[in-house]
C-alpha cells in the first residue's frame, strides 16, 4: 500500500471548518483513500473512503486532487467532540485486506 | 454502520496469568478479523490476521505461542495473552473486515502488575 504523510498536528476553533490535508503521492491507480478517526482510548472510527471523485457524507467531505496525488478531509463545522488522531489510508479495496495505520494528525478543537 | 464490540474494555491481571479478548460482530459476518495493538501516543500496530476456520497469520515479531488467536465462528475472535508480563500492557483493538472499509471494536486496555 501507498505511504501518506501528513502534518503531526493541527488546531481549529470550535465551529470553524478543519481542512486535513493528506500527501500519497506514490498512490496506485486502484487504491482508494481512507480517512478513520481515534478519539482518545477509542477504537478507530471510519469517516470516508473515495477513489478519485470527491465524497460527501453526514460526517465529512473529502477532497482528492486530480492527480490524486493528495486529499483533504474537511469538517465543515468542528465541534470539541472532533477532537481525535484522524488517519488518512490509501489501500486497496480488497475484503480482508488490513489497514495500516501512520502516526495520523493529531486534531485539536479549541473553545 | 456495522457494529463490533469488544470485551472487556478494561482489564487488570497479576504477571504470569493469562487474559482472554473477545470481539464480535454483531450485525455481520466476518471471515476476517484483525487484532491491532497501540502503544502510547503511538499508532496502531497490526499483530496478526484471523480467518474464520484456519490459523491466525502473525505478523514478523509477534509470537504465536504467547497471543492465542481464535476464529471458530463468523461471528466471534479471541486473543489470549499468555503468562501476560508488564511489557504486553497496552491498548488491543479488534476490527472486523467489511465489504469496503474495516469495523473497529472499541479496544482494550489491558494493564498487567
Partial sequence: DAKTTQPPSMDCAEGRAANLPCNHSTISGNEYVYWYRQIHSQGPQYIIHGLKNNETNEMASLIITEDRKSSTLILPHATLRDTAVYYCIVRVDNYGQNFVFGPGTRLSVLP | ?????????????????????????????????????????????????????????????????????????????????????????SFYICSAAGNTEAFFGQGTRLTVV
Avoid at chain 2, 9 to 27: A, F, N, P, Q, Y
Avoid at chain 2, 34 to 48: H, I, V
Wanted: glycine share 4%.
Fill in chain 2, 1 to 89: 454502520g456495522a457494529v463490533v464490540s469488544q470485551h472487556p474494555s478494561r482489564v487488570i491481571c497479576k504477571s504470569g496469568t493469562s487474559v482472554k479478548i473477545e470481539c464480535r460482530s454483531l450485525d455481520f459476518q466476518a471471515t476476517t478479523m484483525f487484532w491491532y495493538r497501540q502503544f502510547p501516543k503511538q499508532s496502531l500496530m497490526l499483530m496478526a490476521t484471523s480467518n474464520e476456520g484456519s490459523k491466525a497469520t502473525y505478523e514478523q515479531g509477534v509470537e504465536k505461542d504467547k497471543f492465542l488467536i481464535n476464529h471458530a465462528s463468523l461471528t466471534l475472535s479471541t486473543l489470549t495473552v499468555t503468562s501476560a508480563h508488564p511489557e504486553d500492557s
